[in-house]
């Protein structure tokens, strides 16, 4: 009978196992969220994107027949310049993916037109904040330069209505309107008589043109103001200006927002004759149609 054999013992043999053993036990028992942290994932708090990527071409963004309507004095123009007219001069930019934009521009016998569309797409580069948001803030300045006037703001409301009180008594001066739109004083000290100064006509009537306090106000209901159902945000400015004798120009601006996407409209009109003053009423309604349009497309 042959002896049994002996089995070696090896103590870092047995250590090592021990080891794996526990190891195992411990990564089976433990915490598991590290492993649910995946590169790369977006994490809860990270704002989501805006709606729009790109931007549409702005030339063509505007139909012929809205073209014709806000530039009448194309019509009468040769057939080819017609086409460079309506085909609009697209603005210079750096990204079109970010900001684009389009002109137009056409002179009649009695005024000419100018058609401005900028369309600004935002992005913000801040995790926390969306793109809407962003798009808010941007928009919240423009309307903020604007100065729209408060409809609480009493200084407002008396400066959309007419001066009341007596009329000047005689013996100081008064301005009266004519139906021409021009302004001319009566009393001490004007000269309203021929031949009064450089700027006077044969008829005694100042060549000069004049305007009053309230023709540059818009009439009651056309101030500027925000607007409801155009975008989710958005407001029009209405600008009666002149530089010098030249004629007077008023310029209306549509400006909105649509998710992160922000529009400005900008109409104006110059009057030929400088005693003429282009109606805002007119002007609101093309530039707020055009502005409709442009919705109606990033919804498309």
């Known amino acids: 009978m042959q002896p049994k054999a002996r089995r ?27 492993t ?15 709606k729009y990527r790109t ?22 123009l040769p057939e080819d310049q017609q086409e460079k007219v309506y085909g609009g001069t ?44 962003r798009a808010q803030d941007v928009y919240a ?26 009329p000047p008594a005689s013996g100081t001066e008064a301005e009266t309107e004519t139906d021409s739109g021009k302004t001319t004083q009566t009393g001490p ?16 009537e100042s060549t000069t043109p004049s305007t009053s306090p309230s023709d540059t106000v818009p009439a009651e209901g056309l101030e500027p103001r925000r607007l409801d159902g155009l975008g989710d945000a958005a407001f029009l400015d209405d600008v009666l200006a002149r530089s010098g004798s030249a004629a007077q120009h008023r310029t209306v601006s549509v400006v909105f927002r649509t998710s992160n996407v922000i529009v400005t409209v900008r109409y104006t009109e110059q009057a030929a004759h400088p005693a003429e003053i282009p109606d805002s009423q007119e002007l609101q309604d093309r530039a707020r149609g055009l502005a409709r349009k442009l919705v109606e497309q990033l919804n498309e």
């Open 36 to 50: 649910d942290a995946k590169p790369g994932s977006p994490t809860p708090s990270a704002a989501p994107p805006g």
């Open 55 to 76: 931007l549409n071409e702005p030339c063509g963004s505007v139909p012929r027949a809205t073209l014709k309507e806000l530039l009448p004095g194309a019509a009468s």
């Open 141 to 166: 300045k423009k309307e903020s330069v604007a100065a729209l006037p408060s409809p609480d703001d009493p200084r407002d409301e008396k400066a959309s209505q007419p001066p009341s009180g007596p």
């Open 8 to 34: 070696a013992y090896v103590p870092g043999l047995a250590a090592l196992l021990v080891a794996v053993v526990a190891g195992c036990s411990a990564g089976s028992d433990g915490d598991s969220s590290a």
């Open 189 to 204: 000290g004007s000269d309203s008589g021929p031949d009064s100064g450089p700027d006077s006509d044969a008829a005694g």
């Open 90 to 133: 697209a603005s210079v930019t750096y990204d079109t993916d970010r900001r684009v934009g389009c002109s137009w521009k056409a002179d009649s016998a009695a005024a000419s037109h100018q058609l401005v569309i900028d369309l600004e797409r935002v992005v913000s580069y801040d995790p926390a904040v969306s793109d809407d948001d």
